[in-house]
């Protein structure tokens, strides 16, 4: 049997199966195929829209790859205000999102009782719409007080699943560990836990994407988000390649095979590669996009790599525009909480 038969059939493959997969072109296009077969018996042509806001660039960490790294002091940092973040919830649910992600550094301003506070209000104005947190690690008391607040979904990619790996990406103030931790606390407490990595960092290998697969198998989490790396020019990782197109693809296809059930947003960060990134994205398996709800004026400050798309004057359409670019790559924007489908 062909490998990604294999991969269908089964939802897994040994690790030199997995490897044949990753390093070559062979399977590509039976890969793509599948992955959007599966993809339509799960979900149909349904691409989820989840909001984007994004509330504060200030952060503590030292990320070797992130543009809003702790110590790049080229950086004009923001902050919204609860205001803010509330207005940028009513002018998405008026534009049809029932998704609100909330993301940022790890910006100590905001305590775990503002954040409480944030959320309480957003959970009590739009009952019928999911809160979504991505700030980083925090105490599994922190995120119990959030849930009990109203959040329902947290993303918190791993980054990387080898220690070796992390290790190179990261200050020695963080841990894998720590990371890992983070994850499962988030599962036990009840959230709908988003995980994922970054393809084609500084000194990854392709043992280290078998790690993250393997990693993700054990985590069985709802949503999966993964995205090229990018360089930004005020980090320490500004002369390295960025990761390819090719590659994204060929993962979010193998992981709509592994994990049928799973949301999988195509990302800015595929978009900011490749002029037609996304739409390339949902044809391998992606049924979620996450366009962004920030306010304009500080959209070029979230700067996580260079040459982020959306941030320019258009930004405000970025719905309209993401909904054409969706119907023009054969899918459907829905209006709709999208919750996860029942792992099966
Ligand atoms: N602070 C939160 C956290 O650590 O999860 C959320 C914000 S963090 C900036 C969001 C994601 O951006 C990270 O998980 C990382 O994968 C991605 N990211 C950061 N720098 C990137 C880069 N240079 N290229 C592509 N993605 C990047
Ligand atoms: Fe904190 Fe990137 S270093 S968000």
New binding site residues.
């Given amino acids: 049997m062909q490998l990604p038969q294999q991969l269908y059939e089964t939802r897994t493959l040994d690790s030199s199966g997995l490897k044949t997969l990753l390093e070559t072109q062979t399977f590509d296009k039976e890969l793509t195929a599948l992955a959007d077969a599966v993809r339509r018996e799960y979900y149909g042509t349904a691409v989820y829209l989840r909001g984007l806001i994004e509330f504060t660039n200030y952060?503590k960490?030292n990320?070797l790859?992130?543009?809003?790294r702790n110590e790049n002091r080229n950086l004009e940092r923001y902050r919204l205000t609860e205001e803010e973040i509330l207005s940028c919830c009513k002018n998405g649910y008026e534009l049809g999102y029932r998704t609100f992600v909330l993301?940022?550094?790890?910006d100590p301003f905001y305590t775990e009782d503002a954040v409480t506070g944030i959320v309480k209000k957003i959970r009590s104005g739009y009952p019928d719409c999911a809160v979504t947190l991505?700030?980083?690690e925090h105490p599994a008391e922190t995120y119990q007080r959030w849930f009990n607040a109203g959040a329902n979904r947290y993303?918190?990619?791993h980054?990387t699943a080898n220690n070796e790996h992390y290790r190179k990406m990261h200050p020695a103030t963080m841990s894998l560990l720590n990371r890992k931790e983070c994850l499962f606390h988030l599962k036990k407490i009840g959230y709908q836990v988003g995980s994922g990595f970054?393809v084609g960092t500084p000194f990854q290998t392709t043992e280290c994407l078998i790690d993250d697969l393997r990693f993700l198998q054990e985590l069985q989490p709802d949503m999966i988000g993964i995205?090229?790396?990018?360089?930004?020019r005020d980090?320490p990782f500004k002369d390295f390649p960025n990761g390819k197109l090719r590659l994204t693809l060929r993962l979010i296809s193998i992981l709509r095979l592994m994990f049928p059930y799973a949301l999988i947003p195509a990302t800015t960060?595929l978009g900011t590669i490749d002029p037609q990134g996304r739409e390339w994205g949902l044809r391998s398996g992606a049924n979620v996009v996450m366009p962004n709800l920030s306010p304009v004026a500080v959209r070029k400050k979230y700067e996580?790599?260079d040459n982020k798309i959306c941030t320019g004057e258009e930004a405000a359409e970025c719905r309209a525009c993401l909904g054409r670019r969706i119907a023009r790559a054969g899918y459907e924007v829905v209006s709709d909480i999208g919750n996860v489908k029942k792992h099966s």
């Fill in positions: 952060c960490n990320c790859y992130c543009g809003i993301q940022g550094g790890e991505s700030l980083g993303l918190l990619r980054e970054m995205g090229p790396f990018i360089s930004h980090t960060a996580l790599y």
